[in-house]
């Protein structure tokens, strides 16, 4: 039986937006998120038409690339997109939505935002349309590994990559003792180490483990 693809085995490349190209389709946006699975901190999404007239060459995965080259692609993405948003959900609303509505919800607001609108969008594995709120009503593709197979994908990557561990940064200097800059709010040995020394912060989601052991008071050992 063969193994299933994983996204070091995958190749960057623009026959996705080809294929709709060559039915039509002119305005094609990628969409992807940053910081799903970080105790800490907003969750970014970023929505980029490319223009197919200006190419990016060496557009990756944003987690293939090192923090240089992700600033540096972010700055021509800025410069030779046709249109691109970047969109920040508060810890707080993680809490409030769950993390598959949050990122669901950033994404659609990244796209919706948009100038022009896509005729068409590549998500990275996120079924965008929500049978409980109906809304988003533009033909869409939900790629699995699509931020290591689409041009369009890796570039929304890149931007929400970028702006979230630029917030991160940030956060580290108002929250020191978590060492941020370094584990961008993912739970790292010294991350974890630092939650239970100084238990959580405002901007830690609540409603992650093991952000949740941290928050009942510690009651102490022996009989009643």
Known sequence: MPRSLEPRDLE???????????????????????GRGSLL????????????????????????????ARACFAAEIQEKALAYKVIAVSAQEVDKLNVFEATRQAMVRALLALDPLPEFVLADAMPLASGRKPGFSIPYWSIIHGDARSV??????????????AHLDRLDRKYPQYCLARNKGYGTREHLEALARFGPCPEHRRTYQPVKDFLSPRLPFGPA
């Not at 996705?16 to 998120?33: F, N, P, Q, Y």
């Not at 038409?49 to 690339?65: V, W």
């Open 12 to 34: 960057c490349t623009s026959r996705l937006e080809l294929s709709l190209l060559r039915r039509g389709v002119k305005l094609i946006a990628g969409t992807d998120e940053a």
């Open 41 to 68: 901190g907003p969750l970014y999404a970023a929505a980029v038409i490319l223009d197919t007239a200006r190419p990016i060459a060496g557009l990756n995965d944003s987690k293939k690339l090192s923090p240089q």
């Open 152 to 165: 369009s994908i890796a570039a929304a990557s890149i931007l929400a990559k970028v702006a979230r561990d």
